[in-house]
């Protein structure tokens, strides 16, 4: 179990979810294509993978569909994937043929991060598997603003005290 | 082509100048003159820093005899942890949808087992 300080979750984004099911249950959602295919895709999309090999150094390029914005390419490397209980992969805008895109050319949010680090740690407790997610997209923030993680902290601080 | 420039929070705070005046004017408001002070540049060149934080909605400048009246206006910020936000709504999203999944496994495989 890592701790790491709470500032460095604070401009990250970190999200926990428990889900009634054992922990190997859920990281076989998450590391078997037929199964990934059934959910991963959000509400109203389809996805389709052009290459999937979930272990360390696998590379996928996926496809999702969205009926109002069209295709949506995406890809990235499995940089850990250790069973049960952990997975980590980077997420990057890219073509069909698996080249990087400039986001905004892709018709995306100006804002949205060339690439981003997901981590998911599962951990199980009396049956109930929560996952932990982690996604690095302060970096993006960081660079789109010049400003440090603690300047971005700060200014969150201040957004804060003056709700 | 000439883009227009950006005026939005995250220009506000793209530049250590204007991201000092920023620190400087949420402790207490402040004239001009007194931000000018704290910096080695020129009074223009710091009136210049303001009027783009005016332009991207952090300051409010007010004309009092001789003097501009700075007030930071900070509520604006908030637009930088929504940003975040965006992220963690994708995924709630994803975790509800392999929550749903999850469940009908479950649901198939103890029916599947009382078959046998």
């Given at each position: 179990?890592?701790?790491?300080?709470?500032?460095?979750?604070?401009?990250?984004?970190?999200?926990?979810?428990?889900?009634?099911?054992?922990?190997?249950?859920?990281?076989?959602?998450?590391?078997?294509?037929?199964?990934?295919?059934?959910?991963?895709?959000?509400?109203?999309?389809?996805?389709?993978?052009?290459?999937?090999?979930?272990?360390?150094?696998?590379?996928?390029?996926?496809?999702?569909?969205?009926?109002?914005?069209?295709?949506?390419?995406?890809?990235?490397?499995?940089?850990?994937?250790?069973?049960?209980?952990?997975?980590?992969?980077?997420?990057?805008?890219?073509?069909?043929?698996?080249?990087?895109?400039d986001?905004?050319?892709?018709?995306?949010?100006?804002?949205?991060?060339?690439?981003?680090?997901?981590?998911?740690?599962?951990?199980?407790?009396?049956?109930?598997?929560?996952?932990?997610?982690?996604?690095?997209?302060?970096?993006?923030?960081?660079?789109?603003?010049?400003?440090?993680?603690?300047?971005i902290?700060?200014?969150?601080?201040?957004?804060?005290?003056?709700? | 082509m000439?883009?227009?420039?950006?005026?939005?929070?995250?220009?506000?705070?793209?530049?250590?100048?204007?991201?000092?005046?920023?620190?400087?004017?949420?402790?207490?408001?402040?004239?001009?003159?007194?931000?000018?002070?704290?910096?080695?540049?020129s009074?223009?060149?710091?009136?210049?820093?303001?009027?783009?934080?005016?332009?991207c909605?952090?300051?409010?400048?007010?004309?009092?005899?001789?003097?501009?009246?700075?007030?930071?206006?900070?509520?604006?910020?908030?637009?930088?942890?929504?940003?975040?936000d965006?992220?963690?709504?994708?995924?709630?999203?994803?975790?509800?949808?392999?929550?749903?999944?999850?469940?009908?496994?479950?649901?198939k495989?103890?029916?599947?087992?009382?078959?046998?």
């Amino acid at each position: 179990m890592e701790e790491r300080n709470k500032a460095a979750s604070d401009h990250e984004v970190y999200l926990t979810y428990t889900f009634s099911t054992p922990r190997e249950m859920v990281f076989k959602a998450w590391t078997d294509p037929k199964q990934l295919v059934k959910w991963y895709a959000p509400h109203n999309c389809t996805i389709v993978y052009k290459k999937l090999d979930i272990r360390k150094r696998g590379e996928y390029l996926s496809c999702i569909n969205n009926p109002q914005y069209g295709d949506c390419w995406c890809k990235g490397v499995y940089k850990e994937v250790i069973f049960p209980e952990r997975i980590e992969f980077t997420m990057v805008v890219s073509d069909k043929d698996g080249n990087t895109v400039d986001p905004v050319k892709a018709g995306m949010d100006p804002d949205w991060p060339m690439e981003t680090l997901v981590s998911i740690t599962f951990s199980e407790e009396n049956g109930k598997t929560t996952i932990k997610l982690r996604q690095t997209v302060s970096q993006k923030l960081a660079t789109k603003t010049g400003a440090y993680p603690s300047w971005i902290q700060m200014l969150e601080r201040l957004a804060e005290e003056i709700k | 082509m000439t883009v227009a420039a950006r005026r939005d929070v995250f220009q506000a705070i793209s530049d250590p100048t204007r991201r000092q005046i920023i620190s400087l004017l949420s402790q207490q408001p402040m004239n001009l003159n007194t931000i000018a002070e704290n910096f080695d540049i020129s009074r223009p060149a710091i009136s210049q820093q303001i009027k783009i934080l005016e332009e991207c909605g952090l300051v409010i400048i007010t004309q009092q005899g001789r003097e501009r009246y700075c007030e930071a206006r900070l509520d604006k910020l908030s637009e930088v942890s929504n940003w975040v936000d965006q992220y963690k709504v994708f995924w709630t999203n994803q975790f509800k949808s392999l929550d749903n999944f999850l469940q009908d496994l479950q649901t198939k495989k103890k029916k599947s087992g009382r078959k046998k």
